[in-house]
């Protein structure tokens, strides 16, 4: 799906950030990647939320942001020496209890996210970030609300396939399944999702600046199967979806048995595992470097990329989140457009 593009007289690219939830540690980790002066000069920021929730995380990030603030509505100004704020107005923190899931943080967070990618779809921004979400207060929001991919399309009206990618240095990881029961997994395992797993991944690492990733398919059951005797989903699906690939040319490699293929793809023999659903590649991830992981959104017209891990509950309001998985989404962002300029 396309998107207008307007020509701007600055190079850098602008990045839409939304406050993530309240209750947890997004403000303060908002605070904090707008404090690093790498990333201010490598990018313009457009913030959004609430000035008083973003005061909040300063006073636990222990740091003192320059702001151009505006209200919602207002035309964007071409400051390129400070990050803008758009001022929504919509959450006093004090109503905020600390460690708490509640629908005032979930409808703060939707509206924060809801009006950065209106942004980026318009074309004022070329990519969004956001500080994490929590999916219990999303749904206590908007009880409809399923995950970002969905939300993301519903706001900006995109019919294309996407999925979630997490990212740790130079590694990916997909997932043919995503935020479903385990129990219904098998079930969803079908050619056509495998199919359009592959080759999403290839096409949204190819749009990071990767030439030809290669991607490790894992299985589904243990020792992918072991040649039928744990399952034949290896056999039927998994297999002739690779080779079905490799004939277009996308260079997949499996099934692999789901124990060992990350240990292989660590020390370099793949550019990604794509996995057949969302724990059997996230534990392994998040132990590879839980404070340096990213999730991208893929399939969208502009990049959308977050920290992997979550609110942190536990540690709001004590100023100890680690910014660098935030900064790890920037930086990430920041390629991608960057990349995506030049192949305009």
């Not at 222990?62 to 400070?82: F, H």
């Not at 977050?306 to 935030?326: E, L, S, W």
Request: charged fraction near 20%; proline fraction near 6%; glycine fraction near 8%.
């Amino acid at each position: 799906m396309d998107r207008p593009h307007h020509e701007r007289r600055d190079a850098l690219p602008v990045i839409a950030l939304a406050i993530g939830d309240p209750a947890g540690i997004s403000p303060e980790l908002t605070a904090k990647v707008l404090a690093l002066p790498e990333l201010c000069e490598a990018a313009r920021f457009i913030v959004v939320g609430d000035r008083r929730v973003l005061a909040q995380g300063e006073r636990v990030a222990q740091v003192n942001l320059d702001l151009k603030t505006v209200e919602a509505g207002s035309n964007l100004p071409n400051d390129q020496q400070r990050p803008i704020f758009v001022d929504l107005r919509h959450l006093d923190p004090k109503s905020i209890k600390p460690g708490v899931a509640a629908a005032e943080g979930g409808c703060f967070a939707l509206a924060n996210y809801r009006h950065a990618l209106t942004l980026a779809h318009a074309a004022q921004a070329d990519a969004v970030c956001f500080t994490p979400f929590n999916k219990q207060a999303m749904r206590l929001a908007h009880p409809p609300y399923d995950d970002e991919i969905s939300y993301t399309a519903q706001v900006i009206g995109c019919d294309d396939p996407a999925s979630e990618f997490n990212i740790l240095d130079e590694l990916w990881n997909a997932r043919v399944t995503s935020h479903i029961p385990l129990s219904q997994v098998a079930s969803r395992i079908n050619r056509e999702a495998v199919l359009r797993g592959i080759r999403l991944t290839d096409a949204a690492m190819r749009a990071a600046g990767f030439a030809r990733p290669r991607i490790a398919v894992a299985g589904l059951n243990p020792h992918a199967g072991d040649g039928g005797n744990f399952g034949r989903e290896e056999i039927d699906i998994i297999a002739p979806c690779v080779e079905q690939t490799k004939a277009d040319g996308i260079a997949a490699h499996g099934p692999f048995s789901p124990d060992t293929i990350f240990v292989r793809a660590k020390d370099g023999a793949f550019d990604a595992v794509l996995t057949m659903y969302h724990d059997q590649g996230q534990i392994a991830m998040k132990l590879l470097g839980f404070d340096r992981g990213v999730t991208l959104l893929g399939g969208f017209p502009f990049p959308i990329c977050t920290p992997a891990h979550g609110t942190a509950y536990d540690i709001a309001g004590k100023g100890i989140a680690n910014v660098g998985a935030t900064r790890a989404a920037v930086r990430l962002a920041i390629a991608m457009t960057k990349r995506i300029e030049r192949a305009r």
